[in-house]
């Protein structure tokens, strides 16, 4: 009976040689992506706080994230999710041009979908190193936080970004969050009676988390809440981890062609400044060049590498005084695993970061066929509903045990 069964499914095989090989292909792939791919979050933070039972209550923090069984890699993650997200149509935002005491100008785009009065929250959302509102991330985010926490939405468009015009030769950089202060002073004044929580995506965090970390306990009086999404908490490790060979150095070779461009498009600017070379700012392949030959130089930095250490927000954690939950893939390219912070959130009281072994950099797909609505969507939803429904709680006892 045996031999009769291995005979038969041997003549199954010769039949159908690649159905076969392609079947056990399959079966291999998805033990391996159940043993060792899908798994709960992990969540930093000091335990018996308020942040840490705020974020602990949230449902997603306790269920397997599940990535795209056909896109895993990071990379791919990163890519393919930013293709999908492409779907999301343009938002029709009321723009506001915020003058800064500079002389130096941003877009503000707002949308709300409901008018609930002026205690209505504000999310604050600042985008990644090229991003404007109209980025595909960003939209998502102003959906989910419009249609499911009822919060009005403001996006800061960094200066060059957005479609306005750039002022003067000065643009935006990691270390540097006096715009930030200012547009945040600027709600504060407009917006007296609204709780406002700020998002940071990728470069739009590490600003949010040094704007954070330098004013320390004052920035209670300007926000609620604050959340990083695929922050680089270490510059230096993230720089390295970008320049590798391969398809690291791809993307960032694609991410410095996007800067340069951006220069490129207000060069007349730039041209009377004799602080920078053009010519060599135009040339430059990687970010780090890029920033190098104008980022450090705008901002009066000596060096790239003084530019970088003052964005670096590893080892300075423990100076956020706002309640603030960062999400990380731990298979990050702009952000390697183990160079997250994990250690100065277990000793925080007002940061909790809560990590995935897989998610890529702004990716994390889920589903087989994903939709554009993300884990870190849900993430983002869950943790800002929490915080504006228990704001009361938030102001008072974040910071301390219960």
Same mark, same amino acid.
């Given at each position: 009976m045996m031999n009769l069964l291995l005979d038969q499914m041997y003549q199954f095989y010769q039949g159908n040689p690649m159905?076969?090989?392609?079947?056990i292909v399959l079966m291999i792939t998805y033990?391996?992506?159940?043993?060792?791919?899908?798994?709960?979050p992990t969540l930093h933070c000091r335990k018996n706080t308020a942040l840490h039972s705020l974020v602990d209550s949230l449902p997603i923090t306790h269920q397997e994230y599940r990535p795209t069984f056909w896109c895993w890699e990071?990379?791919? *993650?990163?890519?393919? @999710?930013?293709?999908?997200?492409?779907?999301?149509?343009?938002?029709?935002?009321?723009?506001e041009v915020f003058s800064f005491s500079d002389g130096g100008q941003v877009g503000l785009d707002w949308m709300r979908k409901e008018d609930t009065g002026a205690e209505q929250p504000i999310v604050l959302i600042l985008p990644g190193i090229t991003g404007s509102s109209q980025s595909e991330y960003v939209k998502i985010l102003v959906n989910v936080a419009c249609d499911e926490a009822k919060a009005r939405c403001v996006v800061f468009n960094f200066r060059g970004q957005g479609g306005l015009e750039l002022k003067s030769p000065r643009t935006f950089c990691a270390a540097n969050s006096d715009d930030l202060s200012e547009i945040l002073d600027h709600l504060k004044v407009t917006y007296p009676e609204a709780p406002v929580v700020a998002v940071g995506v990728s470069l739009g965090g590490i600003m949010l988390g040094n704007y954070l970390t330098d *004013?320390?306990?004052? @920035?209670?009086?300007?926000l609620l809440a604050a959340m990083l999404i695929s922050v680089c908490f270490d510059t230096f490790e993230g720089t390295k981890s970008m320049e590798t060979p391969g398809l690291n150095l791809l993307l960032n070779r694609h991410l410095a062609t996007n800067l340069v461009e951006s220069i490129k498009e207000v060069k007349e600017q730039f041209q009377a400044n004799n602080t920078w070379d053009l010519e060599q700012v135009f040339s430059s392949k990687t970010v780090r060049e890029f920033d190098n030959r104008l980022t450090a130089k705008m901002f009066g930095y000596k060096?790239?590498?003084?530019?970088?250490g003052a964005a670096r927000l590893h080892g300075k954690v423990e100076g956020i005084k706002v309640a603030t939950l960062a999400v990380n893939a731990e298979d990050d390219p702009f952000q390697p695993g183990d160079s997250i912070p994990r250690e100065g959130a277990d000793r925080s009281s007002h940061l909790a970061i809560l990590t995935t072994k897989y998610g890529g950099h702004v990716g994390f797909m889920d589903g087989w066929l994903p939709n554009g609505y993300f884990y870190s969507d849900r993430v983002f939803s869950q943790y800002i509903q929490a915080v504006f429904s228990n704001k009361d709680m938030v102001k008072q006892f974040v910071g301390g045990r219960l």
């Open positions: 159905l076969v090989v392609s079947t033990i391996y992506y159940t043993l060792y791919v899908v798994g709960r990071p990379r791919l *993650q990163s890519m393919v @999710a930013c293709f999908i997200r492409q779907t999301v149509p343009d938002i029709r935002y009321r723009r *004013q320390g306990e004052a @920035a209670r009086s300007k060096s790239v590498a003084e530019y970088y």
